[in-house]
């Protein structure tokens, strides 16, 4: 494989940025990057299944480049689902409108520009939210506006699904998980000094929070019954709903 995720070479500590350059090879770049990856896209792709019906409305919270909206047309080509794609990189939602086009067929998908802890959204009544490595980006305070909106625009009867880089609590378990990490990440293609650059350049830009946190944020949101749904050490993938049953 080749060293693909050197890309955080270009960035100084604390200085990662979604570039259009970043958005052009995202794909491979967080597949190297995050373990597990495509196992999470195909479980949260499952989900719909069950989640959102036919004509149903996925509202993808942080989609960079559609991977969630791809996975999912490519389930239920035939379904009809309908998808608000957000990101506040246009260079991420471009390069979704690329990958989109890739699939063909007459796909109901909008693309906004927009924060999405900041009103208004451009979707209602979404039948699943998803929120996937997005609100790693965020202030913590700004992850309980992110996740009351999403509430506020979901169908009472929607679904939330949130995967997010988490911090261990105790010191062990963080150690064996950033080296299970690092291990992982240098299996799948990606050279020691990359691996440096790009934990260097996360430096303040992506916080992990406990996974504790992240659910108690999630119901204090207005969602009900968090539950964890993958969890393999440091990434978590925790789903809920907008009414208690």
């Known amino acids: 494989m080749t060293d693909k995720p050197d890309i955080a070479h270009q960035f100084g500590a604390g200085g990662w940025e979604f570039t259009s350059h970043v958005a052009e090879v995202f794909d491979d770049h967080v597949r190297a ?3 597990f990856y495509d196992a999470i896209q195909d479980l949260v792709a499952e989900t719909t299944d069950w989640l959102v019906p036919a004509g149903g409305l996925v509202a993808d919270l942080g989609a960079s480049t559609g991977a969630t909206a791809r ?17 506040e990189q246009k260079s991420m939602l471009d390069q979704a409108a690329i990958e989109l086009g890739k ?20 979707h209602s009544e979404a039948d699943l939210t998803l929120c996937l490595f997005t609100l790693q980006f965020l202030p913590l305070r700004e ?8 509430r506020a625009y979901a169908a009472d009867t929607g679904a939330l699904i949130v995967a997010e880089k988490i911090r261990a609590i ?13 291990d992982y990440k240098a299996t799948h293609g990606i050279a020691d000094s990359a691996i440096r650059a790009k934990a260097r350049a996360l430096r303040g830009v992506l916080r992990p929070a406990p996974q504790a946190a992240t659910m108690q944020l999630m119901t204090t949101a207005g969602w009900h019954a968090p539950e964890v749904l993958f969890r393999w050490h440091s990434w978590a993938v925790i789903g809920a709903f907008a009414s208690p049953q």
Request: without cysteine; proline residues 5%; hydrophobic residues 45%.
């Open 170 to 182: 105790d010191s062990r378990w963080a150690e064996i998980g950033m080296d299970v990490a690092h």
């Open 143 to 150: 992850r309980l506006d992110a996740l009351r909106l999403a």
């Open 71 to 87: 996975r999912i047309i490519e389930r239920h080509p035939n379904r009809g689902i309908r998808f608000v794609l957000y990101d």
């Open 103 to 122: 699939l063909g067929g007459d796909h109901d998908v909008v693309l906004a520009e927009t924060r999405i802890q900041e009103a208004p959204l451009h």
């Open 33 to 35: 990057s995050v373990p």
